[in-house]
């Protein structure tokens, strides 16, 4: 069976400092990762996505995430944080050879980015 | 162009009652997903439609939800007999679905928020 965890609930950042939200997964095979932001009152809008090639993926909003397959983690990062990039993010995976044929996502992260 | 779009965005119904919630994706994309998200809770995989194939339903919770999608593009879900656990936001996303697995991007709908009294 494939997992995601994401073992933060919350992450508190004051605005210009870099972020980090965590997330780390279990598979089977390959896995394609996926990072979704959802505003509040909105649906989930795709960040950015590993599927395979460079172990750093830039992705929307000057968010990048890096793939660590030794460690199985994908967290997703940004050089300096924005109040507006106070959010739920969540992470999600899907492992080539799991059975099943579905995204598991993680229990997402809210991000608090203060002024 | 047009994303995702989901009706109605709000719905309150009585314990008992049957709601039918709309999906109607991006067009000319040919797999449909349901997802369910509870207060503090992650995305709860429901049903899954790639084209004409037989849907995945392997995640819905009870033989109360049903959903079906009419020519490939929109899709209902319907819950019957609502109970107060099925309070939650129901989300459709869709994608194109090429051979070789779960890497095309979803894209969401801003989602139904079902309050069951």
């Known amino acids: 069976a494939q997992s995601v965890a994401q073992p933060e609930d919350q992450v508190n950042v004051a605005e210009g400092n870099p972020l980090t939200v965590k997330c780390t997964y279990s598979?089977?095979?390959?896995?394609?990762l996926f990072w979704y932001v959802q505003y509040p009152n909105r649906g989930l809008q795709f960040l950015l996505k590993?599927?395979?090639?460079?172990?750093l993926v830039k992705g929307s909003y000057g968010f990048e995430a890096e793939f660590n397959k030794s460690q199985t983690s994908f967290h997703l990062k940004k050089p300096s944080a924005l109040v507006s990039d106070s959010a739920l993010y969540f992470c999600?995976?899907?492992?080539?050879?799991?059975?099943?044929?579905?995204?598991?996502f993680g229990t997402g992260t809210r991000l608090a980015v203060r002024p | 162009g047009a994303g995702v779009s989901q009706s109605p965005s709000n719905k309150v119904t009585e314990k008992g009652k049957d709601v039918e919630l709309r999906c109607d994706p991006i067009?000319?994309?040919?797999?449909l997903y349901w997802y369910r998200q509870s207060l503090g809770q992650g995305l709860e995989f429901l049903i899954y439609f790639q084209g004409n194939s037989a849907p995945d339903k392997s995640g819905l919770p009870s033989d109360r939800f049903s959903a079906e999608r009419t020519g490939g593009s929109v899709s209902t879900l319907t819950i019957q007999r609502t109970q107060q656990e099925d309070s939650a936001v129901y989300l459709c996303?869709?994608?194109?679905?090429?051979?070789?697995?779960?890497?095309?991007?979803?894209?969401f709908g801003p989602g139904t928020r079902l309050l069951v009294l």
């Open positions: 999600a995976v899907w492992g080539k050879k799991s059975s099943g044929d579905k995204l598991t």
């Open positions: 590993y599927i395979t090639g460079d172990n």
């Open positions: 996303a869709s994608s194109y679905r090429l051979a070789g697995g779960f890497k095309e991007t979803q894209y």
């Open positions: 598979v089977s095979g390959n896995p394609y």
């Open positions: 067009s000319g994309h040919t797999a």
